[in-house]
């Protein structure tokens, strides 16, 4: 099944909730999938352990929401107790990298979604909407949601709050999503365990169902004196309980403890270290691993549990359950990370902060929230009256078999229940079996249609008009070169608008050849390649090489600064335009001619200042005009152009009077020898000037030399 969940999230625009038993695989799929996706995408989680532990960042962090309880609605609402749509919109003036990093993303991963507040998917939806510019939901952007309803659910501090507009404050109750054809796939192998008769009872522990459970066989693992000779993780439901029994057992050691610093660099919120910044550890101590083994090696996974055999300032060593051999422990580092754009436009991670420290925590007991996605051996488990909804069965699916659970208390029917909302909401959108009719129904639409969308050319013609009128309201600019520029491209862009139009309808009716089994899938390649390269080559040639060129003319002249900021927002859309055909494939096959590839950037080399000069002097204006245009004195200009002088390139006549460059001329030969400008000034007329002079004794100096 994995191989077609990939194939459907990766291939049509549907949004998924992917869910599954304890030990079904959630969290590797999703490792495989951001791995295998071309998707431009995030990973984010309600807290910031489970974003730690997905590879991302948490919700909050990523939109910039306030903790406080929304509720979806323009009544005025007490701002002390929740935000209502008017509080929360001034909370989305994002940075410019941020803008641009949400306006590209094509999919987002929300990992242990059963924490999700319903509350918090609405504020998601309505900041993707504004940034993107896009009422649909989600600002158009697909989502993927990770995780089990049945496990441990959101947290709900002000729950009558929440109640005014949310029937309950799981995810799937957002307003959002009601207007989103959710489906919920269903992972069903469970990997963790392999008793039949095990699973039974879990399975029906999962779904409150009472009438099934064999208490029986389960309350036979109530031994309510049990003394362990081997390892055993307490389980505990409050992480209180959890720290007393480990301080107790821990200082019931003989031997003296040693204390582990973490290495916090960069920005790490302290509330999602990863594990303790003072790691306490004795010999003897039991320990777990909270890591899976990084070196490829597998000697551990997150849960393994370990007793300290011997410790000192540099190093810990263990003997790792069911090993023989003692295991010199490596330091894991943790990443504290940010999404960014890179400069090809693709999402990349940045590292925030660094946490460095051993992988292992003491483990006589656990909480059930920081078991959650763990293994167990053996495990001691007092199901009493604290364990809230859905922590029956998260503490007891910890375990790999019946036989490793030691039950403090009885499990009775009264602890089983499960939230009917639950279970109708993934009734009503499972589609397990309809994967590959959701696949050939929308798979090769949607590729057609992104084909379509990267290919829309139609804005050019709007934003051309829009420089054009641009043009006319900057006195700086040579209008007769603009006019020109203007009515030359004008009609590429309607011809392009005019052939996109109708191989969009081409297209689209050879897809539909293809489905009906008329037309081989070849002839849609074909088809789409050859727009691809068409389009690049047309809009490169006609419409991008002329418009840069022109900016390349203007950039950096004075009184043309917004001008150009404009000008260069167009050139920008249409340098991304024209990489992204780059880039374009469908399905897996590339469209974009290798053969045709050149470089496509609207930066200008920085053209030197001297250039300037010379391109307006060639342009037809006098020293003073040029001095006026560009903001500088004529002394500055009569030096550029002396370095063109040196080149022998500079038409003297159009400076000076003809009297004046043969009286030089004339001095010149006479006499070439002055030492310097003071003495040629003295040797010269009084009318001549030193920038004259130094023009005039460059241009000479550069004849003499080229007829040596």
Wanted: one cysteine or more.
């Amino acid at each position: 099944m994995n191989h077609d969940l990939f194939d459907l999230i990766e291939n049509t625009s549907r949004s998924v909730f992917l869910t599954g038993k304890a030990g079904t695989g959630k969290t590797t799929f999703l490792n495989d999938f951001v791995k295998k996706t071309r998707k431009k995408h995030i990973v984010v989680a309600p807290t910031g352990i489970a974003a730690i532990n997905a590879g991302g960042v948490t919700i909050h962090s990523m939109f910039g929401l306030p903790l406080r309880t929304f509720l979806p609605t323009t009544d005025r609402i007490d701002s002390n107790i929740a935000n209502n749509i008017a509080d929360l919109m001034p909370h989305f003036k994002y940075r410019k990298d941020k803008l641009k990093l949400l306006r590209e993303l094509e999919i987002i991963i929300i990992d242990e979604v059963s924490m999700l507040r319903a509350d918090v998917l609405d504020m998601m939806d309505f900041s993707l909407r504004s940034v993107r510019r896009n009422q649909q939901r989600f600002g158009g952007v697909q989502m993927l949601f990770i995780g089990d309803l049945y496990q441990l659910p959101p947290v709900v501090r002000d729950e009558h709050v929440l109640k005014m507009c949310y029937n309950s404050p799981f995810f799937f109750e957002s307003h959002a999503l009601k207007e989103v054809p959710l489906i919920t796939l269903e992972l069903t192998t469970v990997y963790r365990q392999t008793d039949e008769k095990f699973l039974d009872i879990l399975n029906a522990i999962r779904n409150g169902d009472s009438r099934s459970i064999d208490f029986e066989a389960l309350n036979k693992r109530y031994i309510p004196n049990f003394q362990p000779e081997e390892s055993y993780v307490y389980l505990t439901s409050h992480n209180r309980m959890a720290d007393e029994i480990n301080q107790k057992k821990l200082a019931e050691l003989p031997g003296k403890s040693v204390i582990y610093k973490a290495e916090i660099s960069g920005n790490f919120s302290e509330n999602q270290y990863p594990n303790e910044e003072s790691l306490e550890l004795k010999p003897g101590a039991q320990v777990m691993f909270i890591r899976n083994d990084a070196s490829g090696e597998r000697r551990y996974f997150n849960g393994k549990l370990a007793e300290i055999i011997s410790l000192d300032e540099k190093e810990v060593t263990v003997l790792i359950d069911g090993d023989t051999e003692p295991y010199k422990l490596k330091k894991e580092t943790w990443d504290q990370k940010k999404y960014s754009l890179d400069a090809e436009k693709n999402i990349s991670e940045d590292i925030l902060g660094s946490f460095v420290q051993y992988p292992i925590r003491l483990a006589w007991a656990v909480t059930i929230h920081k078991s959650q996605g763990l293994t167990f051996d053996r495990l001691i488990i007092d199901a009493g009256n604290s364990f809230a909804s859905g922590q029956v069965y998260v503490a007891l699916s910890r375990c790999r078999t019946l036989e490793g659970i030691i039950l403090k208390s009885k499990i009775t029917p009264e602890a089983i229940f499960a939230d009917s909302r639950v279970a109708k909401f993934q009734d009503e959108t499972h589609a397990n079996d309809r994967i590959a009719e959701i696949l050939n129904s929308e798979k090769y639409d949607y590729n057609i249609q992104k084909i379509i969308g990267k290919l829309d050319c139609t804005w050019f013609k709007d934003s051309l008009l829009d420089w054009y009128i641009s043009t006319k309201h900057s006195k700086a600019l040579d209008k007769d070169k603009s006019n020109f520029l203007f009515e030359a491209i004008k009609p590429e862009t309607e011809k392009m608008a005019a052939v996109y139009d109708k191989f969009t309808k081409i297209l689209r009716q050879k897809t539909r050849k293809f489905l009906e089994g008329t037309e081989e899938w070849s002839e849609v390649e074909d088809k789409a390649k050859g727009a691809v390269n068409f389009f690049f080559n047309e809009t490169n040639a006609k419409i991008f090489r002329p418009l840069l060129d022109f900016y390349a003319e203007t950039k950096g002249t004075k009184g043309l600064k917004q001008y150009n900021e404009d000008f260069r927002i167009f050139l920008d859309d249409l340098e991304d335009y024209l990489n992204d055909l780059k880039h374009t494939h469908l399905l897996e096959k590339p469209l974009f001619d290798k053969s045709n590839d050149i470089a496509i950037t609207s930066r200008i080399a920085k053209v030197p200042s001297h250039i300037l000069t010379y391109q307006l002097f060639e342009s037809g204006k006098t020293i003073p005009e040029i001095a006026r245009e560009r903001g500088l004195v004529s002394e500055t200009i009569f030096g550029h152009l002396a370095k063109f002088a040196e080149q022998g390139v500079l038409d003297l006549s159009r400076i000076l009077p003809k009297e004046k460059i043969k009286i030089f001329e004339l001095e010149y030969q006479k006499s070439p020898e002055h030492e310097g400008l003071n003495d040629w000034k003295k040797a010269l007329p009084n009318d001549f000037e030193f920038n004259e002079i130094r023009l005039l004794l460059n241009h000479f100096n550069y004849k003499k030399n080229l007829n040596r």
